[in-house]
């Protein structure tokens, strides 16, 4: 019977493998390169033939065209029951790894690490199930690399020629498998024995993850026999935290649970989170146990210009009549004039935001001064916090915004506002109408209560707002 088992096609960087030149990661947790082979029966390659030199087993290596970017990877069942033979050529800087599991995973893979143990690196032997599904992967910096060696390959098929004695690696127990105990009927009855009292065993603990300030990770724990599980934080001293101490700790932090309070998912993570570790508290049977710490490592933004890049780029194209992917466009003027940037912090969480706005104005008026639009970073990723037109615009004050705005000429709001978290809040304001003249505080006149002021006090806070605008010192976008 023809054995075809293609090892998944992955990770980094899209490399012609018969490019010259090509490289190849340093073997190192983080991104995956995953080669594509192909066993075939009644190969005449003379380099094929079996380790074992029976002649039984003679995979063909059947070199990937190409190397992909990006996490996730292709897997396969196993068909039949037999002992199989995985096997590593000219890898000498590819570490393979290879994970059985019992059922097809459906989380993100790259957290097939967290969630089963390596059943082999590199070459080994091992007898598989019918039904099991095998995961085969490479952990590997992206960022360093070396010559990728000639022929660097992996494959893996049944060994009609091996025996049990051949057998080098045997696949770890499954953490979410139960084993039912069948009842053997015997010819009289017996007594009935007393039931095992249950136990609180971990069997997943949840492992560190590395990434950079603003980013996401999850974290995954489980346990038999457990009623409840609660994640809890670990800071920097080994002080323990709840989750709500933990966002309160660092501002913006974001944190889901999800299956049942198995898995952890932290977002929007600040540098302040750094050495900081999560675990999780199991009870159940009368007992309380803590997983192992799963240290959180945050990598700083060094170059926060760089971050924005894409807001930059939708800037530019604007001006030329490209994509407005961030929905830039307004009845402000853009062509003509000299547009800039500022970073600052505005709220303390360690994530400088970025506000735009005109260099050089021309009239001497507040319009000289307007942000034209704010940006911040959530997971990473630049999300707009706001976009002034002409008759609802926003200026910087040093530390907050005024926002003004205006349905015509007897309808007007000044508003201060406050920033944090990737949003405005307004602290307080004035309006007027038909009507007359009015003063709100925490909100605007559409979310809050307005107490009736006369025209005097009105215009003394419009002259107050005023005065409080700032000019951004600006960095010109090109």
Sequence with gaps: MKIRATVALILTAMLLLSACGNTVPVP???????LVTEPVENSS????QSPAGTGAWQPTVVLADEL???YGFRHQQCLESGIYRFTESNSANVKWKVYILDREFTDAE????QAYSCALEGNGVIRLEKGTWVYI???CNEWTGAEAPEGCAYSWGLDPAATAADITATVPPF????QETVPVSTPAPEPTPAPTPKMLTITKHPTGESFTQGGQAWFIARADNADSITWEFLDATGAANSVEEAKAKNPGLTVDIYDGGESLCIGNVPISMNNWSARARFTGAGSTLYSNPARITVTAITDFRTAYTSVFENYLALVGGG???YDLATDLTLNGILLGYFLKDLDGDGTQEILFGQ????TGTLWDHIVYSVFTLDNGKPVKVFKSSARDRLYFTGTGFIREGSSGASESDFYSCSYAKGALTVSEGVYNTAEGYFYVTGGDRNSAAATPISSDTFNAAVVTFESSITAMTLTPIV
């Design 137 to 139: 992967y490479c952990p």
């Design 45 to 48: 390659d003379p380099g094929t």
């Design 175 to 178: 953490a979410q498998q139960t």
């Design 323 to 325: 994509t407005d992917t």
């Design 68 to 70: 992909f970017s990006g």
């Design 359 to 362: 260099i050089g104005g021309t």
């Design 28 to 34: 190192d947790d983080g991104y995956d390169i995953v």
């Design 110 to 113: 790259r957290y097939i690490p």
